[in-house]
């Protein structure tokens, strides 16, 4: 079995361990794309603007909160990745979604949608106010043990990190690129005990909100 099919053979399974801290419920309805192309297997992450309120500077999967015109949260996921990075959704296809999870710093409750496909679309910026930059990641160049590491917020909270030559990624984009590779059996043994800080212009706010915990997702 190839790892995107045990990736795709893995949804619908529950995962406790995947919502850290609080559980989701009573949050803001939101949904990201985790988009893998069939060849290759590279995922789209984008950057977020210095100049938002939340997750500024941050890597990030296309996505965003739920619209009273999305007929399902899927329909969010797709919608917001045509408006944020061009995707045409009907070279899409849709697989299942991850547990959602609520993400602290935004009040949000957010389901990761995973999809596939052939790769030969063109995705690019499209609103330099929404995203600064997008770019694809074969999860393989992520999986690489020299590209892991855990990192630490000033909040006190600490998870685990991507550490590229042109993007660092944590936070809840972490989060779920790391229950991508453990469920598509691309993980390789690497250094939990390496501990980076997070660049300063992927940092985003240096104060998150009072309620949260160590534990909490940014």
């Given at each position: 079995?190839?790892?995107?099919?045990?990736?795709?053979?893995?949804?619908?399974r529950?995962?406790?361990?995947?919502?850290v801290?609080?559980?989701?419920?009573?949050?803001?309805?939101?949904?990201?794309?985790?988009?893998?192309?069939?060849?290759?297997?590279?995922?789209?992450?984008?950057?977020?603007?210095?100049?938002?309120?939340?997750?500024?500077?941050?890597?990030?999967?296309?996505?965003?909160?739920?619209?009273?015109?999305?007929?399902?949260?899927?329909?969010?996921?797709?919608?917001?990745?045509?408006?944020?990075?061009?995707?045409?959704r009907?070279?899409?296809?849709?697989?299942?979604?991850?547990?959602t999870?609520?993400v602290?710093?935004?009040?949000?409750?957010?389901?990761?949608?995973i999809?596939t496909?052939?790769?030969?679309?063109?995705?690019?910026?499209?609103?330099?106010?929404?995203?600064?930059?997008?770019?694809?990641?074969?999860?393989?160049?992520?999986?690489?043990?020299?590209?892991?590491?855990?990192?630490?917020?000033?909040?006190?909270?600490?998870?685990?990190?991507?550490?590229?030559?042109?993007?660092?990624?944590?936070?809840?984009?972490?989060?779920?690129?790391?229950?991508?590779?453990?469920?598509?059996?691309?993980?390789?043994?690497?250094?939990?005990?390496?501990?980076?800080?997070?660049?300063?212009?992927?940092?985003?706010?240096?104060?998150?909100?009072?309620?949260?915990?160590?534990?909490?997702?940014?």
């Amino acid at each position: 079995m190839s790892h995107l099919s045990a990736l795709i053979a893995s949804l619908g399974r529950d995962d406790p361990d995947f919502s850290v801290g609080r559980r989701p419920g009573g949050g803001r309805s939101s949904a990201v794309l985790a988009l893998i192309s069939e060849e290759g297997n590279d995922i789209v992450l984008t950057r977020r603007p210095l100049s938002l309120r939340h997750h500024a500077g941050q890597v990030a999967l296309p996505g965003g909160r739920a619209e009273n015109t999305d007929e399902t949260i899927v329909d969010t996921a797709l919608r917001e990745a045509h408006e944020e990075v061009g995707l045409d959704r009907r070279l899409v296809t849709v697989r299942g979604v991850l547990p959602t999870a609520h993400v602290a710093a935004s009040g949000s409750d957010v389901t990761t949608v995973i999809a596939t496909w052939s790769g030969a679309g063109t995705v690019g910026v499209v609103d330099p106010a929404e995203v600064a930059m997008v770019q694809r990641v074969r999860l393989a160049d992520l999986a690489n043990p020299a590209a892991r590491a855990t990192t630490r917020h000033p909040s006190g909270y600490r998870g685990p990190a991507f550490v590229l030559p042109d993007i660092f990624v944590w936070g809840f984009t972490a989060h779920v690129l790391d229950a991508l590779l453990d469920r598509g059996g691309w993980s390789r043994p690497w250094d939990r005990e390496r501990m980076v800080e997070i660049p300063e212009g992927y940092l985003g706010a240096r104060r998150l909100p009072e309620e949260m915990t160590p534990n909490d997702i940014p």
